[in-house]
């Protein structure tokens, strides 16, 4: 990143663009390794609505990654190995690789110094953090190589979409309250089973390379008693081995961050599975599901819910992802996300307006943003049967990058597998793009609704070929008439 680029972006920031957030008073101390960093123009960790906000590039430069800045779209890139980060001031979505997250708290920057969620940097640069209160400071420390899984990924690293920040910065909270117990971990017929106290539901999510199934229980510890039963091994973790079941290679379990007390548990698996999460008093239960990549068989007949509607019809939440101040992707011609997913939500919108089997709700039908808890809540307040996600991909401008294509559908939990299948088949053959699967992701919207949901990818807007096909009126005609069509066949009508 060229000095002068920077100079220019500076002048044109201080000139035209307003404050983001309301920064509230925080120290001016911030530790690596327990040596303070100093920072240029006064610029240091920032408590900003609510949510503590770190220097990157300084922590960064002290761990010795490189960045580039791309001033056109306010993006920053972190390299780290073979992954690109990339972030964008203002924006709430960033990208680790081609994966998408979601940031508790968009980048922005003080003078010319970008400010991060220290969640993210944690996650993302391999540190542990943490923030004290008292002193208003934030202590950062390296993790060694023991603190890392075999994929290099830290031990609190997760999809990005975990909520919460590390540190407790709230002041009333209640510090002599016991921490969570975790009692016991099995696994039988396909179902792992652990009992623990009662309080926070634990936050269950998938990971590749390999195969996983986590499941993160806050503000928890594993007693002695469980811990005493396997020997730790040079990672830190504990190691449950699994010889009856052709789908799991083993269990592992481990305090990842002992600063939150939080307990971690990990299925290893010989192969992509989908999962349903059940609780028995104080029993936690995750059964998994059919093999994902043997979903594209028959399945079975489909058996939603009651319908929700007003008439006995079916009631449906159709979301029109990012809008208003997220524009989410910029296309290789600069058109944005957000303008073609309200687009094809609605021309739905449209073709179901008289519709007498199916009552559709929307998010938004104009340029605003709703949060993300809004969209969930939204749908889980008016006990939907279905929540359907519209959005378009992008990947980092590079030469790799541009050749991204294709449509994918995603998931997170095991009972919206079968509308997942059907929105995607459906989707496919409206793009006319390549079939890149259905795939299990831990999205927020898919996550945190309550009926089968699923979230759209349409095609890559960093790609010249799918944006052209994208942006044209034809194929989001036969967008809309698809995901029609597989509500249709969904619902039995």
Known sequence: ???????????????????????????????????????????????????????????????????DWEPKEYKVIVHKSNTDISMFVGRTTAYVGSKEVQLDSPPLLRGSTTLVPLRFVGEQLGLSVKWD???????????????????????????????????????????SEKTRQVHEISFSDGRLTVSADEGRK???????????IVVDFQDAEFVEGLTGQYPEESDGTRLIEVDDNEDVQLIRFAQYDEDEAAARIVLVLNRTKGYSVTQEDEQYVITLGEPV???????????????????GRWLVVLDAGHGGKDPGATSVTGRTEKEFNLSVALRVQEKLRDDPDIELVMTRDGDTYPELAE???????????????????????????????????????????????????????ATGLKDNGVKV???????????????????????????????????????????VNALREYLGL
Request: charged share 25%; net charge negative; aromatic share 8%.
């Open 293 to 311: 990549d043997e979903a594209g068989s028959e399945p079975e007949p489909a058996n939603p819910a009651m319908p929700a509607g007003e008439e």
């Open 1 to 67: 990143m060229k000095k002068y680029g920077w100079l220019l972006f500076l002048a044109f920031w201080l000139c035209f663009i307003p404050s983001f957030h309301r920064a509230e008073a925080a120290g001016t101390n911030l530790f690596l390794d327990g040596e303070r960093l100093e920072t240029s123009g006064g610029t240091t960790a920032e408590m900003v609505n609510g949510k503590i906000m770190v220097p990157l590039r300084i922590i960064g430069q002290e761990l010795g990654y490189k960045f």
């Open 375 to 429: 969209r969930s809540s939204l749908a889980n307040g008016l006990n939907a049967n279905v929540f359907i996600s519209i959005h378009a991909n992008s990947m980092p401008k590079t030469a790799a990058g541009a050749l991204a294509n294709g449509s994918e559908t995603y998931y997170t939990r095991n009972d919206s597998q079968e509308l997942a299948l059907m929105m995607h088949k459906n989707l496919v053959e």
């Open 441 to 483: 992701k831990n999205l927020h919207v898919t996550r945190e609704t309550k009926m089968p949901a699923v979230l759209l990818e349409a095609g890559y807007l960093s790609n010249v070929g799918d944006e052209a096909a994208l942006f044209s009126e034809e194929t989001q005609n036969r967008i809309a008439d698809g995901i």
């Open 133 to 175: 209160n008292a002193t208003k400071a934030v202590y950062l420390q390296k993790l060694a190589a023991d603190d890392t899984d075999k994929n290099g990924e830290s031990k609190g690293d997760d999809s990005g979409t975990t909520e919460g920040e590390d540190g407790n910065t709230d002041e009333d909270t209640d510090e």
């Open 202 to 212: 634990p936050e269950v999510f998938t990971m590749t390379n390999p195969d996983r």
